[in-house]
């Protein structure tokens, strides 16, 4: 993992249905580092790690994409669909929708200083994005390939 990823756990025991311990701690990272982000974060002294941002995130992802819905993924024939639904759905989370816990009509890219606007769909979807790298090909290239080779 990247130096700059912190990691942490909060692992809840339960007994009859209720929360009987919750234990907390940091998988990846400083614990100071950890704490301070958490601070930074939750614009608390007395924040501690919780599982709320995430349940948050997965509650928005299952209102977005209706496969998530169901307890099954029979709505995708291939796991692709969802995957790229998936990605769709994180993006605009980050740059298109609007936050009110963020303050000020922010999205998490304009508070993490990535931009310093809120995208709008059109902007997103037409943003030019660099072309992925080909994985190198074996064995003879089929004639379409050299084709648009040579057209490039």
Request: aromatic share 8%.
């Amino acid at each position: 993992m990247a130096a700059t990823v912190m990691v942490a756990r909060a692992k809840k025991r339960y007994e009859r249905r209720r929360v009987v311990e919750i234990v907390r701690e940091v998988i990846h990272g400083a614990k100071s580092a950890v704490q301070a982000r958490i601070e930074q974060t939750q614009h608390s002294a007395e924040a501690l790690i919780n599982t709320s941002y995430i349940e948050r995130l997965n509650a928005t992802f299952r209102s977005r994409l209706a496969p998530l819905v169901r307890r099954t993924r029979v709505g995708v024939h291939k796991l692709c669909t969802l995957e790229v639904g998936m990605w769709l759905v994180g993006t605009c989370y980050n740059f298109v929708w609007a936050h009110r816990t963020l303050g000020e009509e922010r999205t998490p890219a304009m508070a993490a200083g990535l931009t310093d606007h809120r995208w709008s769909m059109e902007e997103l979807l037409t943003f030019p994005v660099p072309p992925a790298e080909l994985p190198r090909w074996r064995g003879r290239r089929p004639r379409w390939l050299l084709e648009a080779e040579r057209a490039a």
